[in-house]
């Protein structure tokens, strides 16, 4: 996609938003204030921290769900297409759709990358193979810009696994990561 298509899109996208907020002077706090529930949500079901999404979608679109980059990464978490394809995001535009399948991909990444805060998001940025090709964080100055505008400084990317407890039939308690282990419940 050319220059001035991408940016003549990413202009109708933010004037789409502007209509549809009904407020010319619709402003991030606002946009993130509108999100939040939705991030909170996702940030749960996945065990990530709110903080961290928010600070991703801050740099990346400013919460402007239409959203459309140079290099074509679209919508609120900014998605490659394949990403977006490879996490199950039928519609990019789509705030819901979006912040899952960006949410996704960053617990991946923090499961790649042990949590580092750096690695995390400069594989966020630039791509995996960027940060595999360099062998850490790559010396681009557009991933060095990235990483210090992310908010979330926390060195350390914790995830917290949810972990469910249940009795079987023989009264033994057991415990998993994994909800469609849980026995059915009875009527």
């Given amino acids: 996609m050319d220059r001035k298509r991408v940016r003549l899109i990413s202009l109708v996208g933010s004037i789409l938003l502007i209509l549809l907020s009904g407020d010319a002077s619709v402003r991030q706090e606002d946009l993130k204030t509108r999100y939040d529930p939705l991030i909170q949500k996702k940030a749960a079901a996945h065990g ?63 499961k790649l990358y042990k949590g580092d ?28 810009n990235y990483l210090k505008k992310i908010e979330y400084k926390n060195p350390y990317i914790r995830t917290k696994t949810i972990i469910y407890r249940y009795y079987d039939e023989n009264g033994q308690l057991c415990l998993t990561n994994n909800p469609f282990y849980l026995p059915a419940k009875k009527n």
Wanted: glycine share 8%.
């Fill in 48 to 110: 990530l921290p709110a903080e961290l999404i928010h600070a991703v979608i801050k740099v990346e679109s400013n919460y402007n769900q239409f959203a459309i980059s140079e290099k074509g990464a679209l919508g609120l978490m900014q998605l490659m297409p394949d990403t977006a394809i490879k996490y199950g995001v039928m519609n990019v535009f789509d705030p819901e759709q979006n912040i899952e399948g960006g949410v996704k991909y960053l617990k991946d990444l923090v």
């Fill in 117 to 144: 805060r750096n690695l995390v998001l400069a594989a966020y940025n630039a791509g995996q193979e960027a940060v595999k090709k360099h062998n850490g964080v790559p010396p681009y100055s557009e991933t060095k």
